[in-house]
């Protein structure tokens, strides 16, 4: 049926480990994109209040974007020495 | 608006073209089997790919029509990036590895991987078919936009210039070609937004913003008494308080033979009269802007603040300063929005365009776009489906999973994702500031605010605008040539191949695909010309709707519920998709676009995803339960042959 990878992949070990790891994460960020839709959904006006001399909504915004990337390198800290421990 | 064209703008287009033309010519050698067509050999690096991650997903949608809706609705535009980015994640946490994984050449390979289904090769073929089509609808609608400022032609020769340049990267070499577009295209769309909002910053903010040169236009303000005699000279009143006009807030006047149309604002001595600009259908179709042609000029670009303040003291500039400082200062004055309404004059139909003076902290907040203050229930719904669709869309997009098979291993499928998280995160943040310059650099233009990110470029000069419009028009076409391999593959691999079982040699394969690619860019340039005038950031979020409700469901069910069957696989692709692209159709947007109020369509709410991804879940869980015993032969037969 012509399916599977273009190239050939090894053995991966870590594979299990990844994915546990990166369904804990999904649930974290998910949990904190949902109140954030939550808040602007029922309370829009909490997002006008002042915090840090800018609106809450752009504290929001700035942490929602800055967050993602900061678990996505936690997830790829932990990804590889998870590759390199059980794959060795 | 009416622009005039730099001989540095076309030639900057003109080199644009020939370096990718150039590069796909010279990639095409390299390119003669399904591998290398299809998936670029899966030899890319992973930071390679990464960067063409953000090439390929910021699209015309994120450029345009992100920072145009930032410019005219402030932070609402700006939740379109957050939803946007918010969505990487699920690409990254549950998506990227199994896709590499399990996928050969296509989206439905991965979702195929265990079952060799028929119905899971028609139906996710036809959804990865639709899902494309949806998205290159924005993308060529963006090419048209472009094409006006930048070469002086009409929309759909923008559509089909970008029709055709693709369909050649594409059918030259395939994967390998659109990649390096993407590669080049993502790279200098973010160094050279960096530069934008560098100057943006460096220029500060301001009560009388300068326009390349050119002075901003004074609106004027006129005084009247009750009884609408104005308080200067040369004024009659055409159209009253009792008038069409008059019952939504106008009044028409004449002033040596020139209409113009005010904003009604009551006070003590009567009436505030407010310039307005205003936009006339006439019977025959043709429109006039402020009462003459377009080429007249006399329909300005708008945007700009009415009182700024800077620590609490009213200043008149700000000179240069820092992001922080430039958002605390927008925060702390006062913007002057624009609302439109609608009026009719006899046979005629006017749009009318007045300014409304917002705080900056209310711009800064959703709210504006959005109804979400004192919202029904209708409206809340709407903008919770909106955020739900774009925060799964992006794990379900055909032509982003697709990239996933071009690198040689997970680890690079997960690390290049990280690539694209970083560089797509970065030119989010920098939408904040390109649409807020907008807004308040007096350059937007209130038919169309899909230019608003060129324009607010041009503002600082030709130079910059030649650059960005060039670099705009590669955008376009980075984008469409991966969503066009993406569609191409769904034709060739899934449903010539795979699905209708027609024996093709590597070769065979190959000219199917540049044969496919064709068609799809036929279909894509005819859609991108009745499409015109629409928000193209607008149009991508139904493409994320779609895309969410027909394909992730599938996708995760797949990866984490062990008795997902195929029937289950096919039957929420089917569900998802009918209920996604029906409830669209059938949309108020939808409405007016089949030239009926919003009003009289017979569903209240544009976004379809919190309704079709939960049907999309349980359609394939209730099928699946229902076909058990077909998992079950599957692994019997699985066993026997191992």
């Known amino acids: 049926m012509g399916h599977g990878p273009a190239v050939k992949l090894g053995k991966d070990d870590a594979s299990a480990y990844k994915t546990k790891l990166g369904v804990k994460m999904f649930i974290a960020y998910t949990l904190v994109y949902v109140v954030f839709v939550a808040i602007n959904a029922t309370s829009p006006k909490t997002m006008q209040s002042i915090v840090l001399g800018q609106t809450a909504a752009v504290i929001w915004g700035f942490g929602l974007i800055g967050l993602a990337l900061v678990m996505a390198i936690i997830y790829n800290h932990f990804c590889t020495r998870a590759e390199a421990r059980m794959n060795s | ?46 930071f390679t790919n990464g960067v063409a ?10 450029f345009l029509g992100i920072c145009g809706m930032i410019a005219t609705a402030g932070y609402d535009g700006w939740m379109y990036s957050i939803g946007y980015l918010a969505g990487w994640i699920v690409a990254l946490f549950l998506v990227a590895e199994p896709m590499k994984r399990l996928g050969k050449y296509t989206f439905t390979d991965a979702l195929d991987s265990k079952f060799n289904s028929k119905a899971i090769q028609l139906t996710a073929a036809i959804s990865t078919l639709l899902v494309s089509v949806f998205y290159l609808i924005p993308q060529m609608v963006g090419a048209g936009v472009l094409v006006q400022p930048l070469l002086g032609l009409p929309h759909w020769v923008g559509v089909c210039i970008v029709g055709v340049v693709v369909t050649i990267i594409v059918a030259t070499a395939g994967m390998a070609s659109t990649t390096y577009v993407q590669f080049f295209k993502g790279a200098l769309l973010l160094i050279m937004s960096t530069v934008v909002v560098i100057y943006v910053l460096t220029q500060g903010l301001s009560t009388s913003p300068v326009n390349n040169g050119q002075a901003y236009h004074d609106f004027k303000t006129l005084q009247a008494d009750a009884a609408l005699n104005v308080n200067e000279a040369g004024y009659n009143v055409v159209a009253g308080l009792d008038s069409e006009f008059g019952k939504a807030g106008f009044v028409k006047l004449v002033k040596d033979g020139v209409e113009s149309i005010w ?24 429109k006039t802007f402020n009462g003459a042609a377009k080429e007249e000029g006399k329909f300005f670009p708008v945007g700009h603040i009415k009182e700024l303040r800077v620590n609490g003291q009213e200043v008149a500039t700000t000179g240069a300063v820092g992001p922080l400082a430039y958002l605390s200062a927008l925060k702390d004055s006062t913007i002057v929005l624009w609302g439109k309404k609608y009026i009719h004059d006899g046979a005629n139909t006017v749009t009318v365009y007045y300014q409304k003076p917002t705080p900056g902290d209310r711009v800064l907040r959703p709210g504006l776009k959005f109804k979400v203050d004192n919202a029904t229930g209708t409206q809340t719904f709407n903008f919770v489906s909106l955020m739900l669709a774009l925060f799964c869309g992006t794990a379900a997009l055909p032509h982003i999973l697709i990239r996933y098979y071009t690198v040689p291993s997970q680890a690079a499928a997960r690390k290049s994702t990280i690539v694209a998280i970083a560089a797509i995160g970065f030119f989010y943040i920098l939408t904040l500031f390109l649409g807020m310059g907008a807004m308040t650099n007096g350059v937007i233009n209130l038919t169309d605010n899909n230019m608003s990110a060129p324009l607010l470029a041009l503002s ?15 955008t376009v076409l980075g984008t469409v040539s991966g969503l066009i391999v993406a569609a191409s593959g769904a034709v060739a691999h899934d449903l010539m191949d795979n699905f209708l079982g027609m024996r093709m040699t590597d070769a065979g394969k190959v000219r199917a695909g540049k044969i496919s690619a064709v068609v799809v860019g036929c279909i894509a340039i005819y859609l991108g010309i009745i499409f015109e005038g629409m928000n193209v950031s607008f149009l991508v979020g139904w493409a994320f709707a779609v895309a969410a409700s027909a394909n992730l469901p599938a996708i995760l069910m797949l990866l984490f519920w062990k008795r997902t069957t195929a029937k289950g696989i096919a039957a929420s692709i089917t569900v998802g998709l ?25 569903i209240s709410f544009n976004s379809p995803a919190l309704i079709s991804i939960p049907l999309s879940f349980l359609a394939l869980v209730m099928v699946s339960m229902m076909t058990q015993k077909d998992l079950i032969i599957n692994d019997a037969t699985e066993t026997a042959g191992a």
């Open chain 2, 263 to 286: 904003h009604l604002n009551q006070n003590d001595q009567g009436f505030r009269l407010e310039e307005t600009l205003f936009m006339t259908k006439l019977p025959d179709g043709t």
């Open chain 2, 578 to 602: 009918i209920s996604s692209l029906g409830r669209i159709l059938i949309s108020p947007d939808m409405w007016v676009r089949y030239g009926y109020l919003p009003t009289e369509a017979p």
């Open chain 2, 460 to 474: 600082f000069g030709v130079v910059l605008f030649s650059i960005i419009s060039s670099l705009a028009f590669a």
């Open chain 2, 53 to 62: 991650f953000a090439g390929d997903y910021l699209s015309a949608a994120s």
């Open chain 2, 1 to 46: 608006m009416v622009y005039t064209q730099s001989p540095l703008a076309i030639g900057l287009f003109i080199f644009f073209v020939s370096f990718v033309l150039g590069l796909s010519f010279y990639l095409a050698r390299r390119t003669s089997s399904a591998d290398s067509y299809y998936a670029a050999g899966g030899n890319i690096h992973w």
